[in-house]
């Protein structure tokens, strides 16, 4: 069972949110943005991945489902990271 974990819809863009905010700022300012978003992306996939091995049980589709979006996030904000 996942803790803390908000729904699917909230994971679905979150290499987006705060794009708009991100793009307004100088170079400089949205790398360390990207940085920090990727940071928060592994913690996130990274308690997931521990929540999973400490039941002992298969991970569940929700949770593979997670960790596919946070997996597609991460690849999006490193290609907006290699473009600045």
Do not use: W
């Not at 978003?37 to 949770?63: C, N, W, Y």
């Not at 997670?66 to 690849?75: D, I, P, Q, R, S």
């Amino acid at each position: 069972m996942l803790i803390g974990l908000c729904g699917s819809g909230a994971v679905s863009n979150i290499a987006e949110s705060g794009a708009n905010a991100m793009a307004a700022r100088r170079p400089e300012h949205e790398h360390a943005a990207i940085l920090a978003r990727l940071d928060h992306l592994v913690e996130r996939m990274q308690k997931i991945q521990r929540e999973i091995r400490a039941t002992g049980e298969p991970a569940s589709r929700f949770e593979i489902a997670t960790l596919e979006k946070l997996g597609h996030a991460y690849a999006v904000l490193i290609a907006r990271l290699r473009n600045l």
